[in-house]
């Protein structure tokens, strides 16, 4: 079997199994480094009370905490769907190269979820966002960048 | 003092408290319902090695934990710096309302951090996004949307 497809498999078990648990959606996700699996998720919204428990949030820090880092460089994410824009972010944000996916968004909008409402929302200007947005305080905000800048020892990322 | 400042300088009293004990970016948020603070995060990138351990996320996490719901319509989310496009995405997952922020993405860009670049790759089309993207086995994701459509039993989000 080709390796796209057996990693593939595996995010849909985990989604299938979430499915029949009741843990959320219909959504699995892997990642993997060098051909093997380090990081599993599955949609868990409902049973963790959790709306940020994404399969592909929970499989990046599946594999994070396995490898006890917060980069995955040579790693790919193979998700059930195509990440919705919290999950496509927290992927630039672990530096993940490739995805791989297979329904996409528009699939998982004719079952009623808000993938495709929130990535349209995101594409205006915030306060065309629908939520109500204020911006205060900005001067103790850039107090304790200046903080964190001073910092020589700290760690980037 | 108002209400805005008040629940932003626990937002940055967080965010300090994190620069200082090295756990990540210098980013905090808190989740008030009903003029209560019910959720508290600051940025554990670093000290939790995992990526998607921004301050927003945590402050979620931490006031659905707490009331046991994965989504918290009425919630004003108070963030030290304007959410990136995870945080956004997961503010819109919850149903978040209200959203009151101090720095902005430009102001986190001098800093260093990616969350400007990384809007910007969620502007464009996925395969322009960065990310190596394929698209396998659709069949196999639709098979399991039905599975999860037939079942009368679930809870939807």
Redesign the interface.
Known sequence: MDK??RF??EA?RL??QG?EQ?H???FGAVVVVDDEILGRGWNQ??AR????AHAE?LA??DA??R??????ERASLYS???P???????????R?????????AE?AAR??F?DKA?MQ???KP?PL??????????D???E??E???A?Q?????
Request: aromatic share 8%; proline share 5%; with cysteine.
């Open positions: 796209d497809d593939m498999l849909l989604a299938r499915v009741r959320g959606g219909p919204v409902v009370n959790d709306p940020t949030i990046i820090r994070c905490a490898l006890g880092q917060f980069h995955l059930t769907c195509e919705c824009p919290m999950c496509l972010a927290a992927t630039h944000w672990a993940i190269g490739t995805l791989v996916f297979a329904a996409d699939d079952l009623g808000h929130i929302k995101m594409h915030l966002s629908g939520i109500q947005v204020r911006r205060i305080m900005q103790s905000a850039q304790l960048f903080l964190w800048q910092d020892a700290k760690t980037p990322y």
